[in-house]
T-cell receptor, first 113, second 113 residues
Framework: ETGVTQSPTHLIKTRGQQVTLRCSSQ?????VSWYQQALGQGPQFIFQ???????GRGNFPPRFSGLQFPNYSSELNVNALELDDSALYLC????????????FGPGTRLTVL | TQLLEQSPQFLSIQEGENLTVYCNSS?????LQWYRQEPGEGPVLLVT?????EVKKLKRLTFQFGDARKDSSLHITAAQPGDTGLYLC?????????????FGKGITLSVRP
């Protein structure tokens, strides 16, 4: 069984740029959720994808967007990067109807300068 | 806004000691998860509790879900240096779709040899 993988591991961008982060879900899982974890904080829910559609969204602006593909992998796109977007971005996969049991990838560390 | 308060925020103990940490909320959750996270990595799921009053054991770790499903505790017996890490609790409103997790800020545990 393959776990959740994310790429890239680290990324440095400058303010105003755009970034795409990628996630491959655990084998057999059909739901992907994205979280932002700032330093010293718990993860904050960004959004969830199920059957290639957004299935719930947290308190993040529209410049945070995502996609889910037929193989359940997912992308997180962030436009017009701001300094406060610097964080660890975590992807978690799960399987409805037990979607509360979410399994996390190692994360992508994004630094915005 | 659903909030999960974790306490204490930081804990430093000697190897062999016992400890209990807490996760409290004013909201009812359909389930509550405990995760452990090490620096630079994603959270690793330790346990899910779903029934009020439920107690689950994982080796030296004992997890309890409050009767009203608003709070939880984690007790570690004879702590070891390998238990060091950030312990996060997360609540889910539903097991199905829109199962976003609301995380606490975490408890940083350090176990000294």
């Amino acid at each position: 069984e393959t776990g959740v993988t994310q790429s890239p591991t680290h990324l440095i961008k400058t303010r105003g740029q755009q970034v795409t982060l990628r996630c491959s879900s655990q084998s057999g899982h059909n739901t992907v959720s994205w979280y932002q974890q700032a330093l010293g904080q718990g993860p904050q829910f960004i959004f969830q994808y199920y059957r290639e559609e957004e299935n719930g969204r947290g308190n993040f602006p529209p410049r945070f967007s995502g996609l889910q593909f037929p193989n359940y992998s997912s992308e997180l796109n962030v436009n017009a990067l701001e300094l406060d977007d610097s964080a660890l971005y975590l992807c978690a996969s799960s399987l409805i109807p037990l979607a509360h049991e979410q399994f996390f990838g190692p994360g992508t560390r994004l630094t915005v300068l | 806004t659903q909030l999960l308060e974790q306490s204490p925020q930081f804990l430093s103990i000697q190897e062999g000691e016992n400890l209990t940490v807490y996760c409290n909320s004013s909201s009812v959750f359909s389930s509550l998860q405990w995760y452990r996270q090490e620096p630079g990595e994603g959270p690793v799921l330790l346990v899910t509790v779903v029934t009020g009053g439920e107690v689950k054991k994982l080796k030296r770790l004992t997890f309890q879900f409050g009767d009203a499903r608003k709070d939880s505790s984690l007790h570690i017996t004879a702590a070891q240096p390998g238990d060091t890490g950030l312990y996060l609790c997360a609540g889910a409103q539903s097991p199905g779709a829109n199962s976003k997790l609301t995380f606490g800020k975490g408890i940083t545990l350090s176990v000294r040899p």
